[in-house]
């Protein structure tokens, strides 16, 4: 008969009864015996245990160990018992490509994968995989919290939560972890199809295993089970209502935020094994960089899990310090969300958010307030909650003895795995042994006890601190009927529309002006906002024009308008303000000056008939082309829309339409005189024989009128004469000048010379009606796209719904969480998508919902 050998004992989940221990001893007895008499090197056995579950005993490579577990096969991964699982879900990655199936088939999901998804699997099943699934596992129900994107009638068909429910309704990391756990699809492996793809995950090496066995050995989570939600549905709350958001505390550690009537934190649950590093050496040996994308992301795999939904258990794990208070939120839950499919706005490290609401005012007015959410959050001693927690060795053995039986008793008045349990047990695990002996007796009130440890209120695991502050306020007003207001519209996805905002007041004859944020919301991490803009005041503007005295050669511009000026358009936002200043007509003029040089030749003239004397000069000359453009009637309507499915887009519409334009141009030629010019004299006895000039020195002296003697310079500069003062154009004095003022013997001319340029002077004006203009932007990524440069589609300008419930839409899909960058939008190009990046996942012809990492 063989003897005792020292083992190992590890319990998966649950505790074992007294049965269940003397079961284990017989079994081990049995096994040693049975090993030793059939002279086996390795052996391993299954028993059933005789309170429920299973155990196994092994003797292995010399190491002897058993392995016990209180639940069923499979089944005890997704009791919420409080304890670390070694279960690790597998993630699937890619894009859904039917998310509608016949309500009662065996119709699955259809889905196409990433191509390292595919290795990944195939590791895991061994199996080849194709690049397009169907599978049960995603035929996930929506959750019904989230009753917006449920049926509004009964139908033949399902829409799973991969039909509406998408990651873009929310922001910042929550986007991101949105997008990996809808990965996950359905936990309960019993009910899906018993096809290896179908009930597939991770499968960790037995080294692995063996030192998570030990190493995880019933640890306690804090308020968490680490087990995605065994239906796959998504858990977080995306609306203004209460918004869940991820954030990062200053040692990189992911919190899981709740924005409601206060803030609250807790640890962002995971799957608690991914969190140790060996896993992410794991990772590094497998070269999955979908997974190693999401260990660098959060840390570890997220669950899925969100806040106890149940308000007991909630407050139990914040007097358990787990669910931490950061600050109130009363201020703005007194308001009107904008939109209420739009929750806080989160920057991808959760540090701020931001949101706006409104209220109408004692004049029945709407006034807008934008909110920030400031958080600064330090990390915990045991964040994740998977590392183990040691008594210490403060307490004497008689202290420790007694406060075993203590803690004993008390254990056994908790039954189950209700929330009760969990909080005490978890409680009692972290309160200092030397507070928790303050209780102990011997007789204690199990049920007094008990009541005592479930209202302490422990220290908040983490000192977080944060605060909601109104950073801005504003009026929104508009006198019209909604119908003819202008155009905001927000996604609405029951009423299936983007719905327009109304800026009626309540009371009529009340105005206001309005510059006033309506929508803030982070683009990636770059804060973004559209503003509302409205005055009835209008202005006399003045005359813009740089037209100075001298307007020789150079350009010019003079823009004028008449009557009173406002300013059209009601949007704009942080990378777009298309608004515009409108009068009744505006006349926009410009002239160019070019030089045409000077007269080919000098011009000359006698002072009087008879006089010897006469001046001679030169004009240099200049020509201006004027153009003129008059509008009138111009109209400037802009419109704003974001989205359904990414509300961190916004599409940015422009019309300008008007009454006539009138087009004028005109071609003239001008000169300026130069400064310098002469004086000349000459004789004849019958055409120049008076006045003479005051200086006459020339050689030989004139006869009959030659030679023609230039003998004086005069200077006489004007406003505008610099233009044409090249200095003295006469070389030398007295200077002959007879070839051009008496050329010939036979004519006396009085005056004559010059030569200007030929140039084809004109004036033509045409008048028609002025062309409409607009264009289509989106913002979106941090950048400014123009998706036409036409009108849009005039519903953009439209009220939605009108009168008879027909309005618009417009939908977006990206890619939130990987390192390709994909975004889309349906403006279409010959039936194509517009978008921007890259996956060869999709075809660009639909809204897409993205699953797990895409890394292509």
Not at 22 to 39: G, M, N, P, V, W
Not at 307 to 325: K, L, M, N, S, Y
Request: one cysteine or more; a negative charge; charged letters at 20%.
């Amino acid at each position: 008969m063989t003897g005792p050998i020292p083992y190992g004992l590890h319990v998966i989940s649950g505790e074992l009864t007294e049965k269940d221990t003397d079961r284990i001893l017989s079994a081990i007895h049995r096994f040693l015996t049975y090993k030793e008499a059939a002279q086996l090197e390795n052996l391993k056995q299954v028993y059933n245990l005789p309170d429920g579950g299973y155990f196994i005993v092994q003797h292995v490579g010399g190491l002897f160990r058993v392995i016990a577990d209180k639940q069923e096969p499979e089944k005890f991964k997704f009791i919420n018992d409080g304890l670390v699982k070694h279960y690790i879900p597998m993630f699937f990655s890619g894009v859904i490509e039917k998310a509608i199936v016949r309500e009662g088939s065996d119709e699955g999901v259809v889905m196409k994968v990433t191509e390292q998804c595919r290795r990944r699997l195939q590791r895991q099943i061994d199996q080849s995989i194709p690049k397009q699934l169907e599978l049960q596992r995603f035929v996930v129900d929506q959750n019904s919290k989230f009753s917006e994107f449920m049926p509004q009638s009964p139908s033949v068909f399902k829409r799973t939560q991969y039909a509406a429910h998408n990651p873009g309704w929310y922001s910042g990391s929550m986007a991101k972890l949105i997008q990996f756990v809808g990965g996950y699809g359905i936990q309960d492996i019993e009910i899906l199809p018993e096809k290896p793809i179908e009930r597939c995950q991770f499968k960790l090496t037995d080294k692995l295993l063996a030192l998570y066995l030990d190493k995880y050995k019933a640890i306690r989570l804090p308020g968490y089970s680490g087990l995605p939600p065994k239906d796959g549905q998504f858990q977080y709350h995306y609306a203004a209502s209460k918004t869940d958001g991820v954030a990062f505390d200053d040692q990189n550690k992911p919190w899981l935020i709740r924005v409601d009537h206060k803030v609250w934190a807790m640890p962002l649950p995971i799957i608690p094994l991914t969190a140790d590093p060996i896993f992410y050496e794991y990772a590094e040996e497998l070269g999955d960089e979908e997974l190693l994308e999401i260990l660098n992301t959060f840390g570890a795999m997220p669950s899925g899990e969100g806040f106890p939904e149940d308000t007991t258990e909630f407050q139990r794990w914040h007097r358990a310090g787990v669910i931490i208070e950061i600050c109130d939120n009363s201020e703005f839950k007194q308001l009107i969300p904008i939109f209420t499919a739009r929750g806080w706005s989160f920057h991808s490290r959760g540090h701020a958010a931001f949101n706006t609401a409104y209220r109408y005012n004692e004049l029945g007015i709407i006034e807008c307030s934008t909110f920030k959410l400031n958080l600064q959050l330090t990390s915990a001693t045991n964040h994740y909650g998977t590392d183990k927690v040691t008594p210490g060795d403060d307490l004497d053995n008689e202290s420790k003895q007694r406060l075993g039986m203590y803690l004993a008793k008390l254990f056994s008045g908790l039954s189950g795995n209700d929330s009760l349990s969990r909080t005490l047990k978890y409680k009692l695990r972290n309160i200092p042994q030397s507070i928790l002996l303050e209780r102990a007796s011997d007789q204690p009130n199990i049920e007094g006890e008990i009541n005592y440890w479930d209202n302490y209120v422990c220290e908040p695991m983490a000192a977080h601190n944060g605060n909601i502050n109104q950073i801005y306020k504003g009026n929104l007003f508009h006198p019209a009927k909604p119908e003819f207001q202008p155009q905001i519209k927000f996604p609405n996805y029951p009423v299936g529309l983007c719905v327009s905002f109304d800026f009626s007041s309540l009371e009529e004859g009340v105005s206001a002006s309005c510059d006033t944020v309506m929508y803030a919301y982070y683009d990636n991490d770059s804060l973004k906002v559209v503003k509302y803009f409205y005055t009835a005041k209008s202005f006399y503007k003045k005359v813009e024009t740089d037209y100075e005295e001298c307007m020789t050669v150079g350009s010019w511009f003079k823009n004028e308008t008449t009557g009173t000026t406002t300013i059209a358009g009601h949007f704009y936002t942080t990378d777009i303000d298309d608004r515009d200043e409108v009068s009744p007509s505006l006349i926009e003029t410009t002239v160019k000056g070019e030089d045409a040089g000077y007269d080919s030749k000098p011009s000359f003239s006698f002072i009087h008939f008879f006089a010897m004397q006469g001046s001679l000069w030169r004009n240099r000359y200049f020509t201006h082309l004027t153009k003129s453009k008059r509008t009138t009637g111009t109209n400037i309507n802009l419109a704003v829309l974001i989205p359904m499915f990414n509300t961190s887009t916004v599409l940015h519409a422009t019309k300008i339409t008007g009454g006539q334009v009138t087009d004028s141009e005109s071609k003239k030629l001008l000169y300026v005189r130069d400064p310098y010019s002469y004086r000349y004299w000459t004789y004849d006895f019958i055409f120049a024989w008076n006045t003479p000039l005051s200086k006459q020195t020339g050689k030989p002296s004139p006869k009959d009128g030659s030679p023609v003697w230039v003998e004086l310079e005069d200077y006489n500069p004007g406003p505008c004469s610099d233009f044409a003062d090249q200095g003295p154009w006469i070389p030398s004095m007295p200077y002959d000048m007879t070839s051009l003022i008496h050329p010939n013997k036979n004519e006396w001319l009085h005056s004559g010379g010059g030569g200007a340029p030929k140039v084809n002077e004109y004036n033509n004006s045409v008048t028609k009606n002025a062309d409409p203009k607009g264009s289509l932007k989106w913002m979106v990524n941090d950048f400014n796209i123009t998706l036409q440069t036409t009108i849009p589609d005039e519903r953009y300008f439209l009220a939605s719904p009108d009168q008879y419930g027909l309005g618009m839409s417009r939908t977006s899909s990206r890619v939130f969480l990987g390192q390709s960058e994909y975004v889309n939008i349906n403006e279409t190009n010959q039936g194509v998508w517009k978008y921007r990046g890259y996956t060869s996942l999709v075809d660009h012809s639909r809204a897409y919902h993205f699953i797990g990492v895409i890394n292509e």
